[in-house]
């Protein structure tokens, strides 16, 4: 059965205190993983799009990296303003159903 | 460029009545999304259709839970008759395509159903 667990479910960091997000996965053949960022009251928005392993894409503060079994989500010196839960997604091969998981809860101190 | 729109925000009804919610969907987009969200999970998806036609409702509960998208634009999603399980937030997303290279979904503000 098609699996995401993301792990910790809730991380608290102070202001700059770099730290990493996990999201491991079980599908019988990836056609990608997503990251989303979701705020209360919101809807998710997207952030990245990872096809193969060893692929990686940055955006800001934030780096996603892919492995055949996880991904990781690093933030760099994090902002207040990047407290947010962030979700991770998986499409497998053969199919066009979008999977999540049930997110990391980020918050930062100032 | 306008984003995804979801109707209404907020409904708060009784076991057993019948509720709907409405989505507009980015224009030209031609997949659209259903998904429920309890709260501390990760959304689930409903169903998911490509232009007017279903591609995906293998989680949708079809003895309560129903769908259409006219003209391949707006749809709705309705619940009828609702129980208490049902409370969640309903997302509604869209995308331009169903082929991978456009599968980034946009994302509705949601719905959120009480049923007490």
């Known amino acids: 059965e098609d699996q995401v667990t993301q792990s910790p479910e809730a991380l608290r960091l102070q202001e700059g205190e770099s730290s990493s997000l996990n999201c491991s996965y079980t599908?019988?053949?990836?056609?990608?993983l997503f990251w989303y960022r979701q705020d209360p009251g919101k809807g998710p928005e997207f952030l990245f799009t990872?096809?193969?392993a060893g692929e990686e894409k940055e955006k800001e503060r934030l780096k996603a990296t892919l492995t055949k079994k996880e991904s990781f989500l690093h933030i760099t010196a994090p902002k207040p303003e990047d407290s947010a839960t962030y979700l991770c997604?998986?499409?497998?091969?053969?199919?066009?159903?979008?999977?999540f998981g049930a997110g990391t809860r980020l918050f930062v101190k100032a | 460029e306008a984003g995804v729109a979801q109707s209404p925000r907020y409904k708060i009804i009784e076991k057993r009545q019948s509720v709907a919610f409405w989505c507009n969907p980015i224009?030209?987009?031609?997949?659209l999304y259903w998904y429920q969200q309890i709260l501390g999970q990760g959304p689930k998806l409903l169903i998911q259709?490509?232009?007017?036609?279903?591609?995906?409702d293998s989680q949708l509960p079809k003895d309560r839970f129903s769908a259409e998208r006219l003209k391949g634009v707006d749809s709705t999603l309705k619940i009828q008759p609702a129980k208490l399980e049902d409370s969640a937030v309903y997302l509604c997303?869209?995308?331009?395509?169903?082929?991978?290279?456009?599968?980034?979904?946009?994302f509705g503000p949601g719905t959120r159903l009480t049923v007490l």
């Open positions: 997303a869209s995308s331009l395509g169903r082929d991978f290279s456009y599968n980034e979904q946009f």
């Open positions: 599908v019988s053949g990836l056609r990608g």
């Open positions: 990872l096809y193969s």
């Open positions: 997604a998986v499409q497998r091969t053969g199919g066009f159903k979008t999977i």
């Open positions: 224009s030209g987009h031609a997949t």
């Open positions: 259709f490509q232009n007017n036609g279903v591609v995906d």
